[in-house]
């Protein structure tokens, strides 16, 4: 059974940074795509970055220059580096892997860490 577990937020101060980390487990991690979606209250759920499992980052408009995905395989786990926090990020950061199976998508996700980014 897959497991995602997130660590890394908290609470820091606007212009600062955080570095969150998803620890996988019961999966061939090397294979999943891997990305971060936040969802701040009263909002959907958003994608804020991935990376394939061949190293291929994308990245949200509002965070791009500031975030930074990786990956590291020996140890199963990503990260998501974050610089010059607004408030604006204040969320919940959700893991996720994804993998196809003859065409088919799964997705499975961590409970999340949340991120507070004060003014």
């Known amino acids: 059974q897959v497991q995602l577990v997130e660590s890394g937020g908290g609470l820091v101060q606007a212009g600062g940074s955080l570095r969150l980390s998803c620890a996988a487990s019961?999966?061939?991690?090397?294979?999943?795509?891997m990305g971060w979606y936040r969802q701040a209250p009263g909002k959907q759920r958003e994608l804020v970055t991935t990376?394939?499992?061949?190293?291929?980052?994308d990245y949200a408009d509002s965070v791009k220059g500031r975030f930074t995905i990786s990956r590291d395989n020996a140890k199963n786990t990503v990260y998501l580096q974050m610089n010059s926090l607004k408030p604006e990020d204040t969320a919940r950061y959700y893991c996720?892997?994804?993998?196809?199976?003859?065409?088919?998508?799964?997705?499975?996700w961590g409970r999340g860490t949340q991120v507070t980014v004060s003014s």
């Open positions: 996720n892997a994804r993998r196809f199976i003859f065409g088919v998508q799964y997705d499975y």
């Open positions: 990376i394939t499992s061949r190293g291929s980052t």
């Open positions: 019961g999966t061939i991690f090397s294979t999943d795509d």
